[in-house]
């Protein structure tokens, strides 16, 4: 059987294609294991926690004895109290202890304790467990998948809080040579999660942790590492240095996106019609059509996405804000909103500043905020309206595109105050735009630009991109830097032809659509 690549838990080098871990396993061992570390692998969803413990754990064996456990094996009744976690817990902790290689003696030993009891405490069931580590021939490591399974259980706190008891007592008392707990929330925010009054809410027991600042995204060196042995396998042919680097700017590494495009492009995209000779699947116009289809799927990570930012109001402002007004956000890992989105993945920090995880997340966020508004939106249903005018011989006519919203936006927006049209310029524009492409293309804000004057717009339409720059007018001089930094872009994007929507409040403005020629570019400008 060839190896192929995996999106559907846990991926293993035989039979999988994937990124090569030794580096990140041996600075885990060294950074952490070694030390007597405990801490906590807090990632988002399909961030290949599960993959790194369970390598982890072979990499480990030679020196430790490493029991791990996985808490979605404990039932919801078995939370219930602690009698019933503990002969649960026990009864994992027994099946890990063979399968990490326990001596027969020691297996033995904890065996008889716990047939020895019909019910036992937290305290009596860590006693056992302290005798154990004391008797064992090798230090004894405990990884614990999915924990946060147990978040809004009293008696798993109650666990944490003895956890950390033996902890601070280990020189004195055996116990756990190092705990790796993993899961999506940070344990500091279980308390929070259990209770909701304001005393309880930063009162974690499990303030030991040490922090676990291992980089577990890919770099495009490393995507271009597993591409290497895919091609070698396959032939494709493909520039793997170039499509590593388009991968990477999609997913900025995140695991679980880098698997699924490679995935489609193995699998799916060659099925597509305009795929059919087989050729160029690997390179940007295949790619292209792998995030279009990765955006259209329902997948567990995009549901949770969902999910949260259903549940948490203040997070959906914050991505709000940074996508349609490209407000430069503080970076403050103290603020709950950018907290939450770091620690679900949805955002990150880059220069001090807030940004969007990746453009993955940022394309599928922003559909569903224009989905949600479709209906109500008049630029929307505009949009839809004049979409088949735009399109002629399978190409976007975007000088249409600019001409025809500049006439909407006149006559609808008009008379609207500044403050209005500097708050929702964007979003009328973005609103009007997606039904043109939508089911043939895609578009997506480029990070690097984006600001509160500032948002470059990249349209992908079979294949052909087109950059235009969202400005919010600040005087001519201003109006000329923007042009000649649009310029300057197109150079980097190889293109010889770009737009600029000006958001003008002038009100002696000049309302319309002429072309400017910027050295040997030429722009489009509309200015509304």
């Not at 295949?286 to 995009?302: C, D, S």
């Amino acid at each position: 059987m060839r190896r192929y690549f995996n999106t559907e838990g846990q991926c293993d080098p035989k039979i999988h294609y994937m990124i090569g871990l030794e580096d990140r396993l041996n600075q885990i061992k060294e950074f952490f294991i070694d030390r007597r570390k405990y801490f906590v692998i807090n990632r988002g969803r399909q961030y290949g926690k599960t993959t790194t413990l369970c390598a982890l754990e072979d990499h480990l064996r030679e020196d430790y004895l490493v029991v791990s456990m996985d808490f979605q094996g404990i039932s919801t009744v078995e939370y219930s109290d602690e009698f019933a976690f503990t002969k649960a817990f026990m009864r994992m902790f027994m099946e890990a202890l063979e399968e990490g290689g326990a001596a027969e003696d020691e297996i033995k030993m904890a065996s008889a304790f716990v047939d020895s009891l019909t019910q036992y405490t937290l305290g009596e069931m860590f006693y056992l467990i302290s005798t154990v580590c004391g008797t064992a021939s090798k230090p004894i490591v405990l990884m614990i998948d999915e924990v946060d399974y147990a978040s809004n259980n009293q008696v798993f706190i109650d666990f944490l809080a003895l956890l950390r008891k033996y902890y601070i007592k280990r020189n004195k008392k055996p116990i756990f040579h190092s705990v790796i707990l993993a899961g999506v929330y940070d344990i500091k925010n279980l308390k929070l999660k259990l209770r909701s009054e304001e005393e309880h809410r930063y009162n974690s027991p499990w303030n030991i942790a040490a922090d676990f600042d291992i980089d577990m995204s890919f770099s495009a060196d490393e995507i271009a590492a597993m591409l290497g042995e895919y091609e070698a396998d396959n032939r494709k042919g493909m520039d793997i240095a170039a499509v590593a680097e388009l991968i990477y700017q999609y997913t900025c590494g995140y695991p679980y996106l880098v698997s699924a495009i490679c995935k489609l492009l193995d699998e799916r995209v060659p099925r597509l019609e305009v795929f059919a000779d087989c050729r160029n699947v690997w390179s940007g116009k295949g790619i292209t059509e792998a995030v279009k289809l990765l955006l259209n799927r329902k997948t567990p990570l995009f549901e949770s996405m969902v999910k949260q930012l259903d549940e948490h109001e203040d997070l959906r402002k914050t991505v709000e804000i940074i996508l349609y007004k490209g407000e430069r956000i503080p970076f403050s890992p103290d603020a709950k909103s950018i907290n939450l989105g770091l620690m679900f993945a949805f955002l990150k920090e880059e220069n001090g500043q807030v940004v969007i995880a990746n453009r993955i997340f940022e394309m599928r966020m922003l559909n569903m905020f224009i989905s949600e508004e479709a209906l109500d939106s008049d630029a929307f249903l505009r949009g839809q309206c004049d979409k088949n005018m735009f399109i002629k011989d399978a190409k976007l006519d975007m000088d249409r595109v600019l001409k025809k919203f500049v006439e909407y936006f006149s006559d609808i927006y008009g008379d609207s105050d500044d403050k209005f049209i500097e708050d929702n310029g964007r979003r009328i524009f973005l609103l009007y735009l997606k039904p043109i492409i939508n089911g043939t293309g895609n578009y997506y804000l480029e990070a690097q630009t984006r600001d509160a004057k500032r948002t470059d717009v990249i349209v992908d339409y079979l294949g052909e991109q087109f950059i235009v720059e969202l400005k919010i007018w600040h005087g001519n001089e201003y109006n000329e830097r923007g042009e000649k930094q649009l310029a300057e872009y197109l150079e980097y994007y190889h293109k010889e032809k770009g737009y600029l929507l000006s958001f003008n409040f002038n009100k002696k403005k000049e309302v319309g659509v002429k072309e400017l020629q910027i050295g040997d570019k030429t722009i489009m400008e509309a200015v509304v």
